[in-house]
């Protein structure tokens, strides 16, 4: 993406917006085809039996109580922990991609930020149902709300990791969401345009009423520039403290294996792991379908490798930290805590999720023929994203199942509600982003234009610098 | 105005007259070819003296702000500041909340305790701060404003795809018609139209459905928050709604309530006559009203029990004392005092009104208390005297003897001689 | 987004000269002086301080902290080469010769800090209580037992000496493949560092955690924090990226690199600094609310002697001094983009950055004495005898250190001081913000 070959080439009348229209027409294509790809119905409609599940396993859930599940036991926080854990995890590559890679400069995030941000919005819903759900009587959960009420006022204990989640959790979605409508706003108007010049009225009004009016204008963009750095810069710290705040709930217990004081930045690192499995695997089928294979790039695809590689590692250093303090403490329960992960009734758990996900798969990403081999890529990312529900679980399941006390120690069993309702979120996350790809722009149009060499184009006064 | 390099459809004139209805002229709109042609001639279009014109392109083109004069935004300050407000705000939230208005003691941590308001009051903060971004950027940028007069130029529908254009109003001082688009020819333009305001009034205004749609979904909007609001300030007479029942309503009756399947309406039957529970029966007269028979009748024991209702053996001994040390400490030293001299927390704090009543004291030997029979003294402890309610309630029978033994234990030791001294003591 | 690519500028000087051994006997100098100056005020001292054995005690502990502040600043500069190859970056390229000669300090640094070690394994033990016959008094401290083989003179010499010589390895492999590219202008050189990189980090960031338990964290040896590794190499950052910029500055002011070194590339510097000043604030957030919030006396102790008696004190002042002050400050472009107060923040965080590791190692001088093994500390009942004290030997020590580690890098400073075929370079040169 260097400049040297803009300037190498003299300007062809024309050239530079044939470049610019085909980017429209490549992005806009997947939103007008007239007939979906069949490929993209049986996906749907999969997804919908799987939220129709979830659907029924909720209602089963609320009707009947919490018992539906398998953790009346000691090992209190199970399956649905775990999966609020990995959900917002996922979502947290969205923004990495959006934000922390707009501020380090990686112009090739233009091709994949678009369907990140909204995967990023779609997994914090998913994420979002499982403490509401968890707590038996979701109807009570505006009590977490600071009204004034009739109870004295009693207001919520601001001190617990539990309600620093609920504000870390709708900050996170409402910045999400208006970071992703943001830079929607200029592709929807280009939607808008497209829909006015071929006649389709009611798109087009639907378009421009999301669209806000805009118009391209110079001045309009100098603001929504600055907005952008600005969202994105509070967006990086606001990625950082929403995991991190996760990871206090159970760091700050006393528990073994929740009481250590790098889960913060361990859990951030992991959720960028398996959030980009997760962007990977929705995208590497979604981009050979929908011809978008010029634009998401193989060299994209071989970067977001090596994020996972980084990422992983760095799970991997927390892992062995972990292990050490674990033995240099000499607490006898943290000692326990590692050698049950390892050998104890869940020995599995650890051994194919945990180690083969998290330790074994970003050794796989050295070698360049892995990063160009992407239905070997697909598969590995699925492995990652069960090595890391299994991490989760491993955390939060299993030092439950193990805890202080041997008369507490149980084993659990996910039950057929467990398992419908965590299948239905997937169904429902997979249902809104393939939603998403056929309705919005699912490639930040106007980002990709100006990051292409023909944003140069036509003229040596280019800003002034030499 | 158009040249051989347009290739564009043209559905106006080369001098820019639409269709139908067209009022004054607003303004000139330029098509440009590529990003650069466009910087340079709006820096033309700046060096000339225009101040009210705007640049229009898909994607923002670098070095367009300087080419245009465009200042810099204030927005960062503004939103600095908003984050600034949204975290000092959250740590008032939790301060208000938790360490003034209902403080709770939660594993002993400090009711204000910052290490723990941290992260909620980083959140608002942040919160707060992209709030301010979203609306702010938009508010400064007066969107949303979905019509404006050059979308009546078909050719401007591009500019959202692949064209570039510098619109100049026909508001600027320095707006000549010729001279304007002489300018913007010179500067590079593919083609040059101008545009006019719309005049067919039923196109100038809302159509009314999208009004009606406004107000419509504005007021079903807030229907929720008005039944929220008239249920949180009225009362009302009925029971709470109960969306999932749960284990609300059960099919049992709860103690001291109403029923009705019998004639007297309660649910308590109380005792059966005719009966005494098993235990409660309490025949023997010394053990439990320290009675023993006498001249006329009963008369007060002068001693203690024998044995218990069980059969042991009742044994006057130092375990008894220290029963009765432990039960009289609780029950009878805030009147009493620990020294029974009747100096308990009770009074001294009764005092403090003026003089009200006075607590007996145990120990004076010209007390009555230091005379009267065991007997009495258990049913003083059992049913009160004067002001001093009973504690049958509260003590069972064993600890009451053990209290009237401690009291006398208690009434030696306050009135000692130099002959009760351990060494002093014959065995 | 504009990549633009630039060349050298023709008349840009970009050899050393006599820059490295000028920087060079400076930091003899300063190194000669002031650890000349600290060993009189120690034998001028009459008696050791109360509780302990010797008299060279408070010069052991202000050496350690010393040592770790002159060790973290090449760890930094290590880390932001292993970067700047992982992530194919290209800003760095026109400071990275400077970063290299920065790392090439390794050697000298790890023979300074045989000062402290050798003494330990020779058997002092007024530094680390775990070299003291009470650690290994089963009665006293059964919770130290178990660790005594890791936590020994001999395995902590040989590991000290691994440390050493991994760092020394591989920032000198760099260096010196960077000046070979000088040479030859071979791009695969470049490709090469690129896969080095990868294990090169995995290595590095295991290093540097264990550096940061050995030395730091065992002061206190019946604490523990799983995240110490990473606040060590966080804070070390922020002192990395601060040196950076001064020595950047004052290599131009010689007259150097004038062209090459715009204020996009300061602005780059102070972004980093300004991004592991939130980084390190956020590392021992962490730490500190956990360790807080968690309550357990193990590991609360550490933080109780930092937060009452007279060290409240100073973790405020690091609280607004390291973190808020700088922050807030650092946050808009113009601070960056200003010499003058770019220097202002460089310097104030290297002084924090110091203050910092000082605040890690100092509480624990009155803590761990002979003879008690309390893991309270004699003092514990009563935190308010428990006194800060600096001591002029803090600062001479500190001095004497910077001069070491002056006298390192001005030993590297030689030759060119831009790496001039490397590939990246020109767009480097070219760099712009945003």
Known sequence: MSTAAAEAHPHEPGKAREAFRAVTRDVAWVAEAPKPHKAWLVALAISILAFAWGIYSIYKLLWTGIGVWGNSNTVAWAWDITNFVWWIGIGHAGTLISAVLYLTRQTWRVSINRSAEAMTIFAVMAAGLFPLLHTGRPWFAWWMIPLPNDMGSMWPQFRSPLMWDVFAVTTYLTTSVLFWYMGMVPDLATFRDRCVAQGKNIRAIIYGVLALGWRGSARHWHRYERAYLILAGLATPLVFSVHSVVSFDFATSQNPGWHTTIFPPYFVAGAIYSGFAMVMTLLLPLRYLFNLKHIIKQEHVVAMCRVMMGTGMMVSFAYLTEFFIAWYSGNPFEGFTFLNRCFGPFWWVWWLMMFAGNVVVPQFFWSKWVKNNNVLIWILCIVVNIGMWGERFAIIGVSLSRSFLPSNWSYYSPTRYDVGVFVGTIGMFLMLFLLFFRFAPVIAISEVKGASPEAHAGGPSIGGHH | ?427 | MSALVKSLHPDEKITAGKLGSSMMKAGVGLAVVFLGLSLVLVLARGTAEAGHASKWARFFYAYVVGWCFIATIPIGMLWIILLHFLVRGRWVTVVRRICEAMTGSFLLVWIAGLVFVVPVVAGYQDLYYWATPDAHDAALNPVLQHKLGWLSPGFFFIRYIAYGAIYVGLSSYFAKKSREQDESGDPKITDHLRKVAGPGMIVYAFVTAFVGFDVLMSLAPKWYSTIFGVTFWGSGCVGAFSALALIVLWVQRSGRLVHSVTEEHYHDIGKWMFAFTFFWAYVQFSQFMLQWYGNMPDETIWYKYRMFGDWQWVSIAMLVGFWAFPFVFLMSRWTKRIVPSLVFFAVWQLVFHWLDLYWNAMPQFDWYQPGNGLNAGPLAGNLALHHVGFDPVDITVWIGLIGVLLAGIGGHLKGNLIPVKDPTLGLSLGHEQL
């Open chain 2, 1 to 427: 105005m158009s040249t051989p390099k347009d290739n564009h459809d043209e559905t106006s004139n080369g001098n820019g007259e639409a269709s139908n209805g067209d009022g004054e002229l607003y303004g000139v709109l330029a098509e440009f070819d590529t990003p650069g042609e466009l910087v340079t001639a709006a820096r033309k279009v700046k060096d000339a003296g225009y101040t009210e014109f705007d640049c229009f392109s898909p994607f923002p083109v670098h070095g367009i702000d300087p080419a245009m004069g465009v200042k810099r935004t204030i927005l960062p300050l503004v939103i600095f500041g908003g984050g600034f407000t949204g975290a000092l705000g959250g740590l008032a939230l939790q301060w208000y909340c938790n360490a003034h208005a209902w403080t709770w003691n939660i594993s002993g941590k400090p009711t204000w305790s910052i290490p723990a308001n941290i992260p909620i009051a980083y959140e608002c903060g942040i919160l707060l701060a992209v709030l301010t971004s979203f609306f702010g950027m938009w508010a400064a940028n007066k969107l949303p404003q979905v019509w404006h007069p050059f979308f009546r130029q078909e050719r401007f529908g591009r500019v959202t795809d692949d064209s570039f254009f510098i619109g100049i109003h026909a508001s600027d001082e320095r707006f000549d018609h010729a001279r304007t688009k002489k300018l913007l020819e010179d500067a590079g333009a593919i083609a040059i139209d101008d545009c006019h305001r719309e005049n067919d009034p039923a196109r100038k205004t809302m159509p009314k459905w999208i009004t009606a749609f406004i107000i419509a979904s504005t007021a079903f909007a807030l229907i929720p928050f008005a039944i929220a609001a008239k249920a949180r300030t009225s009362k009302s007479s009925e029971p709470h709604i109960h969306i999932f029942p749960d284990m609300d309503f059960q099919p049992k009756y709860k103690s001291d309530t109403a029923m009705d399947l019998f004639p007297d309406d309660r649910e308590n039957r109380g005792d059966i006559e005719g009966t005494v529970a098993r235990g409660w029966l309490e025949e023997d007269d010394l053990f439990y009203r320290g009675l023993v028979p006498g001249d006329n009748g009963t008369q007060w024991t002068t001693g203690f029990p024998a044995t218990y209702p069980d059969g042991e053996k009742f044994a006057v001994d130092d375990k008894l004392l220290e029963r009765g040390q432990k039960r009289f400490n609780i029950y009878c030293t805030p009147c009493h005092g620990y020294d029974g001299r009747g100096q308990g927390m009770v009074p001294t704090r009764a005092a403090l009104n003026g003089p009200t009543w006075s607590v007996r004291n145990l120990v004076d030997p010209t007390s009555v208390v230091a005379t009267m029979p065991n007997g009495q003294l258990f049913n003083t402890i059992s049913n009160g005297f004067n002001t001093m309610l009973g504690y049958a309630a509260q003590i069972p029978h064993a600890d009451r003897w053990a209290i009237v033994a401690y009291v006398r234990a208690l009434q030696r030791a306050q009135n000692a001689t130099a002959e009760d001294r351990p060494d002093q003591r014959t065995p």
